[in-house]
Nanobody
C-alpha cells in the first residue's frame, strides 16, 4: 500500500523558515519523480517544486524560486522542502505527490494528507 506522510508544518513568522518532510512507503521511491504542491483557502492547488528520480532538472514555481529548495534522500525514502524567507502568501496546506507510480501493474499519482503552513506575525 502506497503511503505518503508529510510532517514539519506549523506557524512561523514572516521571514522565518520551515522544513517539510514526506516519508514514502509501498513503492520503489528512488525510481519516481516527487513533487510538492500547496493549496491556499479559496485557491486551486498549485505546483511548488518538482524533483525527478535522478535529482536533475529540478523545477520551482516562480513565486518560490530562490527561497525554497526541494531535495530527496533515496536511502530514507523521503523528500524534503526547505522553505526560507517565508511570506504570508506562502500560507497553505502543503502536499507531497508521487508521480505516475506503478503498483501491481496499475499506474497512479499518489498524494499525502497534507500539512498546514501558516505564516503570520
Amino acid at each position: 500500500q502506497v503511503q505518503l506522510v508529510e510532517s514539519g508544518g506549523g506557524l512561523v513568522q514572516p521571514g522565518g523558515s520551515l522544513r517539510l518532510s514526506c516519508a514514502a512507503s509501498g513503492f520503489t521511491f528512488r525510481a519516481y519523480p516527487m513533487s510538492w504542491y500547496r493549496q491556499a483557502p479559496g485557491k486551486e492547488r498549485e505546483l511548488v517544486a518538482y524533483i525527478p528520480s535522478a535529482g536533475r532538472s529540478i523545477n520551482y514555481a516562480d513565486s518560490v524560486k530562490g527561497r525554497f529548495t526541494i531535495s530527496r534522500d533515496n536511502a530514507k525514502n523521503t523528500v524534503y522542502l526547505q522553505m526560507n524567507s517565508l511570506k504570508p502568501e506562502d500560507t497553505a496546506v502543503y502536499y507531497c505527490k508521487a508521480d505516475s507510480v506503478f503498483v501491481r501493474g496499475v499506474q497512479n499519482d499518489y498524494w499525502g494528507q497534507g500539512t498546514q503552513v501558516t505564516v503570520s506575525s
